[in-house]
């Protein structure tokens, strides 16, 4: 089992930027494909970013291409969104989520093929 905690969310205006964190239990973690998701109030969860294990192929959505990045840091269990040039449409609740076992690229990005999930943590951009 992995417990994942998300952290760094809050109220930013437009253009500003925020570092979301997920801190992961698992001692396993550097296993472990990462993945953020986001679900706007009436909307459907969607994909936001992804990092492989070990940090070397990441994907994002177009949506937020160059402007977000996604990293991890193995030593501290910890996955990170950086989030520039925010837009007001960014607002939702980001969740952090972790697959535990290797999938092939294309699943990176479909939330059904998370195994564990944060509680997620709230983003508001103010126009």
């Known amino acids: 089992q992995v417990h994942l905690v998300e952290s760094g969310g809050g109220l930013v205006q437009a253009g500003g930027s925020l570092r979301l964190s997920c801190a992961a239990s698992?001692?396993?973690?550097?296993?472990?494909?990462m993945g953020w998701f986001r679900q706007a109030p009436g909307k459907e969860r969607e994909f936001v970013a992804a990092?492989?294990?070990?940090?070397?192929?990441?994907y994002y959505a177009d949506s937020v291409k160059g402007r977000f990045t996604i990293s991890r840091d193995n030593a501290k269990n910890t996955v990170y969104l950086q989030m520039n040039s925010l837009k007001p449409e960014d607002t939702a609740v980001y969740y952090c989520?972790?697959?535990?076992?290797?999938?092939?690229?294309?699943?990176?990005?479909?939330?059904?093929?998370?195994?564990?999930w944060g509680q997620g943590t709230q983003v508001t951009v103010s126009s």
């Open positions: 990092i492989s294990w070990s940090g070397g192929n990441t």
């Open positions: 989520a972790a697959q535990n076992f290797p999938r092939i690229a294309t699943m990176m990005r479909d939330g059904y093929e998370y195994d564990y």
């Open positions: 698992a001692r396993t973690f550097s296993m472990y494909a």
